[in-house]
């Protein structure tokens, strides 16, 4: 069962910054915060993750809270093409890879 | 591209038949992972093989087996096939000893049971 809680839905508008928050509470030391998204018809792709500091890449930002109990993932400037099931979960050297039901992205023209 | 293949693209076929659906991991991943995906839902998370070896087994049916072969790809066996078990299946890979396991998934084979 998926570690992770997500809001099952956002709406943002095109070309505005959108954030999309993921809780885990039981965060182990060892975990790494993972986010993938799904395009319609596509197969899942690797976002951007990260261990406790924010991290930066082309596609997003990721916030750590300081506690790691939460994360969010910043969207700087939505596009129509960033609709999509934004998923966040948590991924160690040991454990296998749980999707829960994401968060459905829509980006309004 | 993900550098996952997975093949056949689309499947067709009917109840009580068996398939078997074929990944070609990342080039030196180790880990490759299979979900199944039904219309409009989300990925259930069907097994994991490590190098060989089964590592993890989530909601996998008795009727279906898996297994990676020594040169890495993994194969999915479907058999006694039902209507629900209409839906895309996809496989990933990943390589753990590289300290993020960043995973990386095919395009899925979209399997339809007539």
């Known amino acids: 069962d998926a570690k992770t809680t997500q809001p099952n839905s956002m709406e943002s508008n095109e070309e505005e910054p959108v954030h999309l928050p993921c809780n885990h509470s039981?965060?182990?030391?060892?975990?790494?915060i993972h986010w993938y998204r799904q395009l319609p018809s596509q197969g899942p792709e690797y976002v951007i993750h990260?261990?406790?500091s924010n991290v930066n890449n082309r596609m997003a930002s990721l916030a750590i809270a300081e506690d790691r109990k939460s994360s969010t993932l910043i969207l700087h400037r939505a596009t129509l093409r960033d609709a999509a099931v934004y998923y966040c979960i948590l991924m160690n050297l040991v454990d296998d890879m749980r999707f829960g039901a994401g968060t459905r992205l829509t980006v309004k023209p | 591209d993900s550098g996952v293949t997975q093949t056949p693209k689309h499947l067709i076929t009917a109840t009580g038949q068996r398939v078997t659906l074929r990944c070609s991991p990342r080039?030196?991943?180790?880990?490759v992972y299979w979900y199944q995906q039904s219309l409009d839902q989300g990925l259930q998370f069907l097994i994991q093989?490590?190098?060989?070896?089964?590592?993890a087994k989530g909601n996998i049916l008795e009727r279906f087996s898996a297994q990676q072969f020594p040169d890495l790809h993994s194969e999915l066996n479907l058999s006694s096939l039902e209507l629900g078990d209409s839906a895309l299946y996809f496989c990933a890979s990943s390589d753990p000893t590289g300290g993020n396991n960043e995973a990386f998934f095919g395009q899925g084979t979209r399997l339809t049971v007539v």
């Open positions: 093989y490590y190098n060989g070896e089964e590592r």
């Open positions: 080039s030196g991943d180790l880990s």
């Open positions: 039981t965060i182990s030391g060892t975990d790494y």
């Open positions: 990260g261990l406790t």
